[in-house]
Antibody, heavy 122, light 107 residues
Framework: EVQLMQSGGEVKKPGESLRISCKGSGYTFATYWIGWVRQVPGKGLEWMGIIYPGDSFGRYSPSFQGQVTVSVDQSISTAYLHWSSLKASDTAMYYC???????????????WGQGTLVTVSS | DIQMTQSPSTLSASVGDRVTITCRASQSITSWLAWFQQKPGKAPKLLIDKASNLESGVPSTFSGSASGTEFTLTISSLQPEDFATYYCQQYKSYPWTFGQGTKVEIK
């Protein structure tokens, strides 16, 4: 069974750094894209970026480029989303999701993590 | 960026109704469109991929279709468990983009 297990909720102060994680199991982690999606409470879904674990090739939404960094550690089948300096406006639920198989694969997100709630408040 | 315009934003319907949600892309995305269902407090769930391919385990009351840049999600007979918010998403080109969502409420 494909599973994506995300790290627990976080409460941080503005200016702090944060890394949340997403561990894949039940499939070959290196060969499927992993994406990140933001959802501000009460609002819609926003696509943040995507990474191919096999070679760490990634793409970002312009809205999030330079604000976050997506990375992976293939050895432990885990993807990460990192902020170097959080803002109050980063308060949201963050989901990881599995994309297509293969570097040239095409497909949307067929499995999702449970979400990580990040709260940024002074 | 490709804009996805989804309508309506809210829809009130009764059990057994036929429901249609529309998503229009700002440019051609061929069939690279997915539909998701999200229930409160839960992660989204993929219903339909490549505009009309029903995901395994999704009831056949759900269907998707495409005509040019207009895409439709149809629920042929609304069930109690279908009351949720639905999103379209294009994955033709980066950045992938979602529609604004359609909340299906009980009438």
């Amino acid at each position: 069974e494909v599973q994506l297990m995300q790290s627990g909720g976080e409460v941080k102060k503005p200016g702090e750094s944060l890394r949340i994680s997403c561990k894949g199991s039940g499939y070959t982690f290196a060969t499927y894209w992993i994406g990140w999606v933001r959802q501000v409470p009460g609002k819609g879904l926003e696509w943040m970026g995507i990474i191919y674990p096999g070679d760490s090739f990634g793409r970002y939404s312009p809205s999030f480029q330079g604000q976050v960094t997506v990375s992976v550690d293939q050895s432990i089948s885990t993807a990460y989303l990192h902020w170097s300096s959080l803002k109050a406006s980063d308060t949201a639920m963050y989901y990881c999701a599995r994309g297509a198989r293969g570097r040239a694969g095409a497909g949307s997100f067929d499995s999702w993590g449970q979400g990580t709630l990040v709260t940024v408040s002074s | 960026d490709i804009q996805m315009t989804q309508s309506p934003s809210t829809l009130s319907a009764s059990v057994g109704d036929r429901v249609t949600i529309t998503c229009r892309a700002s440019q051609s995305i061929t069939s690279w469109l997915a539909w998701f269902q999200q229930k409160p407090g839960k992660a989204p769930k993929l219903l339909i991929d490549k505009a009309s391919n029903l995901e395994s385990g999704v009831p056949s009351t759900f269907s998707g279709s495409a005509s040019g840049t207009e895409f439709t999600l149809t629920i042929s007979s609304l069930q109690p468990e279908d009351f949720a918010t639905y999103y379209c998403q294009q994955y033709k080109s980066y950045p992938w983009t979602f529609g604004q969502g359609t909340k299906v409420e009980i009438k």
